[in-house]
């Protein structure tokens, strides 16, 4: 088999933690299978690389900010081949523009567009285990370019694509994906098997065990993923299409976002063009709205709310101010709140079985959590609540959806 | 005029140092002229990243290790670029393989083959500054490499040459090249110009200021150095053809070097072929011999004794005892000394200027100095003299040789 294998920070944070990669690297090898490392930069390492960029520039997308953190994943790929090479195996580093990587110039959030497996293939062809750099690519210019945080993953999912590798094992510090933040539900159960669609759901509500393009990148080339541990040989959780996923769960995860903060205008007009002038500004400047509701309106006025990531509030409320301050009172008819959660319930079962939502609410309704917004998808419900009740309402769902009983074991709703 | 600068580490060792860096690089801008500027790592980078590979391989001529090593580079071109843009210019930087500086692939020592001006040339057309990163390249087939300690200068005065430049200023910690080490003798005086030759010499003989090979370039590409400060205004030492130097000076320099150590093999058999055996496996295994003497003959034996670097000594000596033990009484007639210093003087009045040697020993022996081995070319004389000689020599021998007067006011010798 040919095997994509992609360690994370902290799984190469010590040069002690490089040594265990490369033991399983070369265990994994011995077992008759070719095998392709992608690591990360040693844990703290792009935080002071960014830091450093920092203290002469504010904007975090530029091409230097490339160039210089790219450098934490260039030194990892170095040191663990010297690793692999200490123990007796044999490993050459390529970095992004050496297996050609090729991105989108968007600096700091870069998209993969193709990649060269050919030099990975004759490094495999002598007996080599092939050590590339994750999170790093080039734009057709040769420019250096990074995929944003958590890009790594992509990188794995993305090699694994073009060598058409059997398996991409993502090892993080956690055992796999679980149903819920085992910090905060004790019963929470490590998934086995789940689909890419409720895997995308879960990491783009705040699940931070793969980035979400990486889960795409899967889904588009058919890559079985294999999140696990790097500190154990436990089974961790296959991340599968949807037909080959165990059990056609009715909920698959609960996660909770503390992540976003909620804005309401009050009193807007309510007609034609309204809301399209409201977001536009927005929208123009990279702010990102989740959920949007819009009360009954009365006497022509209607109350407008929805919520944004937490670090542009205060951007959004300025830009709000200045350029729909017609429709506000001047500003003076914002009000903010960032003290709220979104919970979520995810799962692909919910399109066959009705009544997920009604028993949804009833759960929170009888811990008196009281919700401030809703919004679904075919395989997911979000409700905004008081951040207060987050960790309560994550227990209350998790539980009532019977998540803390083996999948097979649980009761079919509705 | 192209305007080509170098920054060493301790002028990039801080955020404020490349604030410092970039101001200059602007001021120049602003005169007018193009300007290209190279970076070392900050200072201490390249060692901490040395030593994270030590604690996985001791071969430092690794493949890997120059990935991990040209990383220190790369951060400070980032820096740099963005310290330039901070302050209102425009600045893009270049890696090695971006400006496709191509060499042999002689990994940690690698040399410069070819060099690719034209990424550079488009980046001063639109107005910029092109920060490029010092001591790396690549070989042909693409592997990263790196040019050896103060391969920036040489990187540096390669880029000069590509470009045609009208002069590459070398900024360093110092004022420019001294008559002697200023720390030992106090009249020591800045030299304002210096041939290639002697600053060939004077590198060699253990003047840190430039990379030897960096003066090689320059002699044969003709690029004018200009070494000095990056802490103040002041003119520092031109590096130009012999036929510029302002005067020609008997003496230009005068240098002591404590890198050395003796080694004697006792009545060894005063044959043919018995040098050679003793100096083939040493330069089989890299030991670099510099000076040798060789005493009368007596009853058919004679003793050999020559120098290396002290760092080879125990494994010179190793050596020696297993591959001519024969000839040394299976090593029993060995003797080493590491506390050893070689002064020097370097000037390329020699050539026309007899009874330098002489006036050198007469020195030296005033003071009491005895003189262990002699080794002369055209414009430097060596002598190796007891360590603890090592500072009244080079201070004799340059209050002698008059160097502490102004170049002008010497008088000539012999």
């Known amino acids: 088999m040919l095997i994509v294998q992609k360690y994370g920070g902290t799984s190469v944070g010590t040069i002690d933690r490089m040594r265990e990669v490369a033991k399983r690297c070369l265990a994994t090898q011995r077992e008759g299978h070719d095998v392709v490392v992608i690591v990360s930069a040693m844990s703290g390492e792009t935080n002071r690389l960014l ?32 690793a692999i090479r200490a123990q007796g195996g044999q490993a050459t580093s390529f970095l992004g523009h050496q297996v050609k990587i090729t991105t989108d110039s968007a600096f ?33 210019a040769g420019n250096i370019t990074t995929l944003g945080r958590g890009g790594s993953d992509t990188s794995a999912v993305a090699i694994a694509a073009a060598l058409k590798a059997d398996v991409c094992e993502i090892y993080t510090d956690v055992d796999g994906v679980y149903t819920a933040d085992p910090n905060v539900v004790p019963g929470a159960r490590k998934i086995e098997r789940i689909s890419y669609e409720e895997m995308l759901e879960l990491a783009s509500l705040g699940a931070k065990v793969l980035q979400i393009r990486s889960v795409e990148f899967g889904m588009k ?16 959780t296959w991340v599968v299409p ?9 909920v698959a995860g609960v996660t909770a976002n503390r992540d976003e903060a909620k804005i309401t205008l009050l009193a807007v007009p309510d007609h034609p063009g309204v809301a399209a002038k409201i977001f536009k500004p927005l929208s123009e400047s990279g702010i990102v709205v989740d959920m949007i509701i819009q009360n009954v309106s009365a006497e022509g006025r209607t109350d407008l709310t929805f919520t944004v990531p937490k670090g542009d509030i205060k951007r959004a409320q300025e830009l709000l101010r200045t350029r729909c301050g017609d429709l506000c009172g001047g500003g003076e008819r ?18 066959s079985h009705a009544g997920v939502a009604q028993r949804m609410f009833e759960l929170l309704a009888n811990e008196g959590v009281n919700i401030l917004m809703i919004s679904t998808s075919e395989i997911k419900i979000s409700v905004i609540v008081d951040a207060k009740y987050a960790e309560l309402a994550t227990r209350v769902l998790h539980d009532g959806f019977g998540l803390h009983l083996p999948a097979g074991e649980r009761a079919s709703v509705g």
Chains 1, 2 share one sequence.
Do not use: C, W
């Open 51 to 82: 830091a450093l960029s920092k203290q002469l520039s504010d904007d975090s997308n530029d091409r230097e900010v490339d160039v210089i953190v790219s450098t934490g994943e260039q030194v990892s790929v170095g040191l663990v081949a010297l």
């Open 108 to 140: 700091s959030r870069a998209r993969i567009q193709s990649i060269d497996g050919q030099p990975i293939f004759d490094a495999l062809k002598t007996g080599k285990i092939a050590v590339v750099a994750g999170f790093q690519g080039t734009d057709v």
């Open 221 to 236: 080339y058919g890559v079985a993923i294999h999140v696990r541990s790097s500190f154990n040989q436990n089974q961790g």
């Open 334 to 351: 914002i009000v903010t709140n960032d003290s709220i959660a979104k919970i979520s319930v995810v799962g692909v079962g919910m399109r």
């Open 242 to 250: 949807e037909e080959q996923a165990m059990e056609q769960v009715v």
